[in-house]
């Protein structure tokens, strides 16, 4: 099976109503005349008030999905202001990014906690694009590999072989998201490796050679084709960047 790329655009907490409508038909007509491949999906995840209007509006192009930013792990219940994976469905959205480092630093998301979100997802099929990274401190004290394999084997590997193989992993190094710093492509290279080997000693090759790995980290139009030629960087998430569409449609081409 050929390994799904994916150029995945986190938009945060932007963009009004008409803000988002404006963007994703910017986006959508300057990709139209563009060859996608088979294998490219174009993921947009926008706040979770837009994704049904965005489903909508992506219904003719067949490589763009929508993706939420978050879920909760309950199925429904007094929970106030939060969305549950099964709503997050309905919309006719295909991915949820999880454990993003945003969440788990200003609302204390633990990998138990992903953990769980993960579970909903996959209950609602829907692809978790599951985030892992180390701060700057971890990289600095050489704790990186360390870090990014706890979050990977208390958040992602309880999954038994054919659930993993319906997730994304997408490395972000901390010290890389929104600073203008961007990991090295020997570095992604080093790191998006370390992920396949491990999913391999905890899964097989077979899995491992499946599983898309993408960077995320101030990746922008003059550095994503140097990252995305690495061998084991299957894409990227895209923050700053994905809120201007030449620049998004830019690193979108670079794959
Ligand atoms: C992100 O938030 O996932 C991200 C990669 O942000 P940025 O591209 O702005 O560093």
Request: hydrophobic fraction near 40%.
């Amino acid at each position: 099976m050929i390994r799904k790329k994916i150029v995945a655009g986190n938009w945060k907490m932007n963009n009004t109503v008409d803000e988002a409508v404006y963007l994703l038909s910017s986006i959508e007509s300057l990709l139209e005349e563009e060859n996608i491949p088979e294998n490219l999906h174009v993921v947009i995840a926008p706040p979770f008030i837009h994704l049904k209007m965005l489903t909508d509006l992506v219904q003719n192009a067949e490589y763009m999905h929508i993706a939420a930013q978050n879920c909760h792990h309950e199925d429904k219940g007094a929970y106030t202001g939060e969305i549950s994976a099964g709503m997050i469905q309905s919309t006719g959205a295909k991915y949820v990014i999880l454990g993003h480092s945003e969440r788990r630093l200003y609302f204390y998301e633990t990998n138990d906690l992903i953990k769980l979100k993960v579970i909903s997802c996959l209950k609602n099929d829907l692809t978790p694009i599951f985030c892992c990274g180390e701060v700057l401190a971890e990289r600095e004290s050489e704790k990186h590999f360390e870090t990014i394999k706890n979050q990977l084997v208390e958040g992602l590997f309880h999954l038994e072989s054919e659930d993993i193989l319906q997730a994304v992993i997408a490395y972000e190094p901390v010290w890389a998201i929104g600073t203008g710093k961007t990991a090295s492509p020997q570095q992604a290279q080093e790191m998006h490796a370390y992920i396949r080997a491990l999913i391999a000693q905890f899964y097989d090759e077979d899995v491992a050679s499946q599983i898309s790995i993408l960077y995320g980290g101030s990746c922008n139009p003059s550095n994503a084709a140097e990252l995305f030629s690495q061998k084991d960087v299957d894409g990227g998430l895209i923050g700053g960047a994905s809120l201007k569409s030449a620049d998004f449609v830019h690193i979108v081409k670079s794959i």
